[in-house]
């Protein structure tokens, strides 16, 4: 089997007009895939990170917001590279997540392994989050 190159974008743009991987957008914003679960005592938030160094990830909390970002600076290595489809690449990415007021912000744990972010957020149980349902009309 040989790689060949095709030039295929004008029948593929075509096909979904809205697809940006096909239109080649340099400005597009890709996050990682996030799982968010909880149980009677912690949130758990997993982040998917493959290819990225425990290193490279930062985590901030502020105003009650949860920001995860990461940010490298591409290789010469790679600028020499000619990609016929590259999908699980991040330059860099930031994503922000208002967090419950339930959460004992200073016990907040972080881990990483096998390209996995899991952030622990224990729950303060002496604050009940409330919820309202809402009509809707």
Do not use: H
């Amino acid at each position: 089997m040989s790689l060949i190159k095709k030039n295929e974008w004008f029948s593929n743009l075509l096909s979904d007009p809205f697809d940006e991987d096909k239109l080649q957008n340099p400005f597009k914003k890709s996050f990682p895939a996030v799982n968010i679960s909880e149980n009677e005592n912690n949130y758990l938030i997993e982040v998917c990170t493959p290819g990225i160094k425990k290193e490279d990830l930062k985590l901030d909390i502020s105003e009650g917001t949860l920001a995860i970002s990461y940010k490298t600076e591409v290789s010469s290595e790679e600028k020499n590279k000619t990609y016929f489809k590259k999908e699980f690449s991040y330059n860099s990415f930031e994503r922000k997540m208002t967090l419950p007021k339930n959460i004992l912000e200073d016990q907040i744990k972080a881990t990483f392994e096998d390209g996995i972010l899991k952030i622990t957020l224990p729950k303060d149980q002496s604050k009940k989050v409330d919820s309202t349902s809402i009509p809707i009309d």
